[in-house]
């Protein structure tokens, strides 16, 4: 019996959240697994109306669940910042989820702006590192408001960090048993001192532990080129917090948008919890108009599931969902699918049937 928080969250989460769940019922009727859910209510709403972000209570309570899955955190009533760092990065650094895990995979009939490429080409993995670099909110102001203020925001990176999140990529490069090719993504020609600690434990770990696994470096930059120009070198790219949230929005779009990028916030430590999420957003724009597409929020059941080790669960979701953006949708895009929210969730579990 898997115990499974849910945090429906702001903007289209509810919604989203709604259709995976409805999938994820489907599934345990047919597959056997049992599963309990406990809904909690964080977010704008909620933060709005007690004046209180995140109860101390909530992340204790959290490690008790085998996962979490999310919908989406930010209100637009909200200061930008304080819902993010209160409710998401809080529980990814507390529940020390240090991977996040973004498959970029294009499926057969989905369209991606890039010109002549496909399923074949568009198929790869990000690990971004998921508690250090700039986001765990080192530094300050000096003389704030002053013409001559100083804002200071340092990345941290530890060994300790850096080491664990390159073992879990090799590990997981080698498991996914492709090209067994491995990019680290960073800057060692400008940050010559992170990214020089990330370059010499990639080589001593792999060199070490890993002489399976083929090694490759590329600048940030490049790494962005590389990924509208040849997606198909890559294989798993590992990188820090930073970069990887920025390179794993582009590798949304390639893979056919947001209405389909899904990504795990993942402990991978003994009775560590791990969090599930459409990679999207809140999209207050288009919140309870039923266009949202849920797909995305299919796709982290599906990586919950794997993560569950209910691999059968996950790869029949997995054959659903394939079927249903081939057939079925239209655009992958908010009210271009030709169907609505609750109707594309309705199409998975029928797929479900099938396969
Ligand atoms: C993501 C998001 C978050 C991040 C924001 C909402 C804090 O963009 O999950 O990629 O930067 O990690
Ligand atoms: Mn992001």
Redesign the pocket.
Same mark, same amino acid.
């Given at each position: 019996m898997y115990k499974v928080a849910v945090i429906p969250g702001d903007g289209t989460g509810p919604e989203v959240v709604a259709e995976g769940l409805k999938v994820l019922k489907s599934l345990g009727r047919k597959i056997g697994f049992e599963y309990e859910t406990e809904t909690y209510d964080f977010g704008g709403e909620r933060t709005m109306r007690t004046g209180e972000v995140l109860p101390d209570s909530a992340v204790e309570e959290l490690r008790q669940f085998d996962a979490i899955y999310l919908g989406a955190? &930010?209100h637009p009533d909200v200061k930008p910042g304080i819902l /993010?760092?209160g409710i !998401? !990065?809080r529980l990814r650094f507390e529940l020390d989820q240090y991977i996040?895990l973004r498959p970029v995979k294009l499926y057969p009939g989905v369209d991606t702006p890039l010109k002549d490429k496909g399923p074949e080409d568009i198929d790869f993995v990000v690990v971004r590192e998921n508690t250090e670099g700039l986001?765990t909110g080192s530094g300050g102001f000096l003389k704030k408001g002053n013409p001559d203020e100083v804002a200071i925001q340092t990345s941290i990176n530890t060994r300790k960090g850096v080491e664990r999140c390159l073992r879990y990529a090799f590990e997981y490069c080698r498991k996914r048993d492709r090209e067994k090719s491995l990019t680290l993504c960073g800057k060692t020609n400008v940050l010559t001192f992170a990214f020089d600690l990330w370059e010499r434990a990639f080589h001593e770990i792999g060199a070490m532990d890993y002489p399976d696994i083929h090694r490759e470096y590329a600048h940030v930059d490049a790494t962005c080129m590389w990924m509208v120009k040849n997606p198909e070198w890559f294989d798993v790219i590992v990188t820090d917090?930073m970069f990887g @949230?920025i390179i794993? @929005?582009l590798g949304a779009m390639i893979q056919g948008g947001m209405g389909i990028a899904a &990504?795990g916030n993942i402990n991978p430590d003994p009775g560590g919890v791990s969090m599930f /999420?459409p990679?999207g &957003?809140s999209a207050p724009k288009y919140t309870g108009k039923g266009v949202i597409n849920p797909m995305a929020a299919i796709s982290a059941v599906q990586m919950m599931l794997e993560y569950l080790g209910e691999t059968r669960a996950s790869a029949i979701l997995e054959k659903a969902i394939v079927e249903v953006v081939r057939i079925r949708l239209k655009s992958m895009s908010a009210g271009k699918m030709g169907y609505s929210t609750s109707e594309v969730g309705d199409l998975v579990v029928e797929a479900l049937e099938r396969v």
């Open positions: 955190i &930010g /993010e760092k !998401l !990065l996040n986001y917090n @949230d794993t @929005d &990504g /999420e990679i &957003g």
